[in-house]
């Protein structure tokens, strides 16, 4: 099992920490990958992007140009990302930041509301777990509970008390697309 992924949107929005969350909870269950951050000089509000890829064999290479499955947060990612997706592969995008919806035929789309999810859930800032939780829920890569692992290992010590609520986000996201 390989999974070439690529976590777009604008900083800001959690895409390097889902990527960096991803690959740890990986990394734990004893897999290969590779973890690939790419933003511009902003932190807030510049586009950003994370290229992960998780596998049972040795990895080649992190240097992808197609991906097996798309999380797309914003319109200009959509528009840089959807054509590099592969036949056949996954686009998971959250509705809020896309103005024209990806177009493609050849490809399972989920659209998510991750951010009306959190706002209902008093938890806007959990948005980026319910978007993890929403690849989870098509494509468990990896276990629940080594997720929870990574938050502990990627979160500062003074925000552990946010794992709780981290972890009912992720499992959110799970639902939102595991019933698609």
Same mark, same amino acid.
């Given at each position: 099992m390989t999974q070439e992924i690529i976590i777009a949107g604008f900083g800001g929005q959690g895409v390097l920490s889902m990527g960096k969350i991803l690959a740890y909870s990986a990394l734990m269950e004893g897999k290969e990958v590779s973890w690939m951050p790419a933003y511009g000089p902003e932190q807030r509000g510049g586009t950003a992007n994370v290229t992960v890829i998780v596998s049972d064999q040795r990895i080649s290479s992190p240097i992808v140009s197609t &991906? #097996?499955?798309? /999380?797309?947060? !914003?319109?200009? @990612?959509? +528009?840089? &990302? +959807? @054509?590099? =997706?592969?036949?056949?592969?996954?686009?998971?995008? #959250?509705?809020?930041? /896309? @103005?024209?919806?990806?177009?493609?035929? #050849? =490809? !399972? =789309?989920? +659209? /998510? !509301?991750? %951010? #009306?999810?959190?706002? +209902? %859930?008093? !938890?806007?800032?959990g948005f980026n777990m319910i978007v993890l939780g929403s690849l989870l829920g098509l494509h468990p890569i990896v276990q629940v509970e080594n997720v929870l692992k990574a938050l502990r290992k990627t979160l500062p010590a003074r925000h552990h008390d946010l794992i709780p609520a981290n972890e009912e986000a992720l499992r959110k996201g799970m639902e939102l697309t595991a019933a698609q």
């Open positions: &991906f #097996d499955t798309a /999380i797309i947060l !914003n319109q200009p @990612s959509l +528009e840089k &990302f +959807e @054509s590099k =997706i592969k036949p056949g592969g996954t686009l998971i995008y #959250d509705g809020y930041g /896309i @103005s024209i919806p990806p177009q493609r035929t #050849d =490809i !399972n =789309i989920h +659209e /998510i !509301n991750a %951010m #009306d999810v959190a706002a +209902e %859930m008093g !938890n806007p800032k």
